[in-house]
């Protein structure tokens, strides 16, 4: 069964920690994308990679970074995680928009509390 | 306001019940998706659509291109299929990673 796979299903961090949210795919897909999700906002695109080394801001990329040093790898960081982080993050990835397998698959989240 | 909006926002049903979710988009599109996310955070991608009607068991995905407008429905409707219904569309033209979002319909199926 093809598997977006998030490292933690719950994580609690300190406020000025840098934390590292992991993502792997097993499925070959080139883009990948990390979302938060907010009660009342929706999904909300955070940074995605539509290859290994590259990536694009989405809409809420302040505070954020990633790293797709693999293909199959693709790394959030928190350089400073703040309360306003808190949050479930899910990542997912897909195969090029043109492509007769495009549609996405979707990680379990990890819903991340900063105190 | 907001590109994707859904209707309604929550949605209770008995056991049995035909249900409909309502999609009505304001942007050109190239896709459509419906997503299921359960309690716990998880998402389903249940349906791709550029056009027409997809059917998988009870779950029915219609899209009107011209009225901008697509329903998902689900007959004899079950406890189960209490989620959370997300729908999300690919902007015409835009980017790899523009994916819009619904924010998502609340299903509550009573036994």
């Known amino acids: 069964d093809v598997k977006v796979t998030q490292s933690s299903r719950y994580l609690v961090k300190r406020t000025g920690e840098k934390v590292f949210l992991e993502c792997v795919q097993d499925m070959d897909h080139e883009n990948m994308f990390w979302y938060r999700q907010d009660p009342g906002l929706g999904l909300r695109l955070i940074y995605f990679s539509y290859d290994v080394k590259m990536k694009e801001k989405g809409d809420i990329p302040e505070g954020y970074s990633v790293s797709r040093e693999k293909k199959e790898r693709f790394s959030l960081i928190l350089e400073s995680a703040s309360t306003s982080q808190t949050s479930m993050y899910l990542c997912a990835s897909s195969w090029p928009r043109d492509s007769l397998r495009y549609g996405y698959t979707f990680g379990s989240g990890t819903r991340l509390t900063v105190v | 306001k907001n590109e994707v909006e859904q209707s309604p926002q929550n949605l209770t049903a008995q056991e049995g019940e035909f249900i409909t979710i309502n999609c009505s988009y304001s942007?050109?599109?190239?896709?459509l998706h419906w997503l299921q996310q359960h309690p716990g955070g998880g998402i389903v991608s249940l349906f791709m659509l550029s056009s027409g009607k997809k059917k998988h068991g009870r779950l029915i995905a219609t899209i009107n291109i011209q009225e901008k407008h697509s329903s998902l429905h689900i007959t004899a409707s079950h406890p189960r299929d209490s989620a959370v219904y997300i729908c999300?569309?690919?902007?015409?033209?835009?980017?790899?990673?523009?994916?819009?979002f619904g924010k998502g319909t609340k299903l509550s199926v009573k036994p």
């Open positions: 999300a569309v690919n902007v015409y033209g835009g980017s790899q990673g523009n994916l819009i």
């Open positions: 942007v050109g599109i190239s896709a």
